[in-house]
């Protein structure tokens, strides 16, 4: 069987206009920044660097705001691949014992045999249908693979 492929959604619609005009934000402040520091006595001004700078910091925001659309999982008959906003998983279907998406989780999770769980930040409950497809899909997979 093919692999799937599962990334979230909604968090996309928000992310990538927010970190766009986080950007668009703080590039319009540089532009702001000329002239005396601020300080009364002072003889310390705002040189381009410091524009360079906040536009630098921007940009920064930015990024930090679209890593929110790393997650991912991928699956396949053999083994299921989570990776989260920080760090992911690469597990075979032996080691998983459900796939769960309870009603009140943020996501789904893989319960693992060892009693520890594995968050699939890919599949969350703001993405509704879509995420109940994808653990539809999973629990396929899980079944099929370990012959349950």
Partial sequence: MNAVIYRPKRIRTVAIPLALAIVVLFTVLSFGLTGNAGFENSKATFQRGDQAAMIGLGVLLGLG???FCRPRVTADDKAVHVRNVIGGYDLPWEVVRAVRFDRNSAWAHLELHDDEQVAIHALQAVDKDY?????RTLRG?????TGA
Avoid at 131 to 135: I, K, L, N, Y
Avoid at 141 to 145: G, I, P, Q, T, V
């Fill in 131 to 135: 995420a109940v497809e994808g653990v």
């Fill in 141 to 145: 997979l899980h079944s099929a693979a």
């Fill in 65 to 67: 705001i679209l890593a």
